[in-house]
């Protein structure tokens, strides 16, 4: 019952990966009881569960997530947005306004036009139908301010960190506000753009050696460099 792999290796579509008492994980598949990649990315196993973190995914949408998308047609009784996903969601003008929707009377360019940026819930999904969001629960809704930046959907756990406490210590270092849509697109705000820029350098350091041990520690010296470097200016 080999394997062939090591942990966190990189493999590429086709690659063998084990073979004989395994299960197949994410982006792998299974040929004469051998598992095989079927996406280039890192390996790992669990329980003896062979799972490929794709280097580069797509979201696929789940009910309950929050993600952040960008409003691309405004139609007859909703919205579109993109999600940055293969699939389209829908935002209904009932879920937005809080009174009775009336279609001729309520132009809803006005409320949400292309291009606007909505912190969002997944509210329902399945393969049949494209995915429907929801703004109706605190802290969602249009966005008036702050900055973006998009990462690779499987890279947000690794900026959550364990617990929580990757983010949680980005955020007291920074003093910013962060909204990790798990769709790969993240809102920073903070009191001033030294701020947010501070924190969007530690999430691209994040994206970018996700892969790597040690990753907190360094994100904690970026961090304090940094702000060594912004508190100099100043004086």
């Known amino acids: 019952m080999p394997t062939f792999f090591e942990k966190k290796q990189l493999v590429t579509p086709g690659e063998l990966l084990a073979e004989g008492d395994y299960l197949p994980g994410e982006n792998t598949y299974v040929e004469e009881n051998k598992i095989f990649a079927s996406r280039i990315g890192l390996v ?13 995914a797509f979201y696929v949408p789940k009910v309950g997530d929050i993600v952040i998308g960008t409003v691309a047609e405004v139609g007859f009784n909703g919205w579109t947005i993109d999600i940055k996903s293969p ?22 360019s006005q ?3 292309a291009g606007d940026l909505i912190v969002a819930k997944i509210a329902s999904y399945d393969r049949a139908h494209d ?3 929801t703004v109706g629960e605190p802290g969602l809704g249009k966005i008036t301010r702050g900055q973006i930046l998009r990462v690779t959907p499987t890279k947000i756990p690794r900026v ?5 406490s990757m983010i949680s210590m980005i955020k007291q270092e920074t ?3 962060i909204i990790l849509g798990l769709n790969g697109v993240i809102l920073v705000t903070g009191k ?19 892969h790597t ?22 004086e």
Not at 44 to 56: E, F, G, I, M, P
Not at 87 to 108: G, I
Not at 160 to 164: D, N, P, W
Not at 219 to 233: C, D, G, S
Request: glycine share 4%.
């Open 87 to 108: 699939y389209t969601a829908l935002l209904r003008a009932s879920d937005v306004l809080s009174r009775p929707f009336k279609p001729q009377n309520d132009e809803l």
């Open 160 to 164: 959550i960190g364990r617990k929580g």
């Open 44 to 56: 790992d196993s669990d329980n003896k569960k062979v799972n490929v973190v794709a280097l580069r």
């Open 213 to 234: 041990s040690g990753l907190t520690d360094r994100i904690t010296q970026l961090l304090k460099e940094k702000k060594a470097k912004v508190e100099e200016k100043l």
């Open 192 to 210: 001033n753009p030294e701020d947010e820029e501070l924190a969007i350098a530690a999430i691209r350091k994040i994206e970018q050696e996700s």
């Open 175 to 177: 003093n910013c506000q």
């Open 111 to 113: 409320v949400l036009n």
């Open 131 to 133: 995915p429907q969001l």
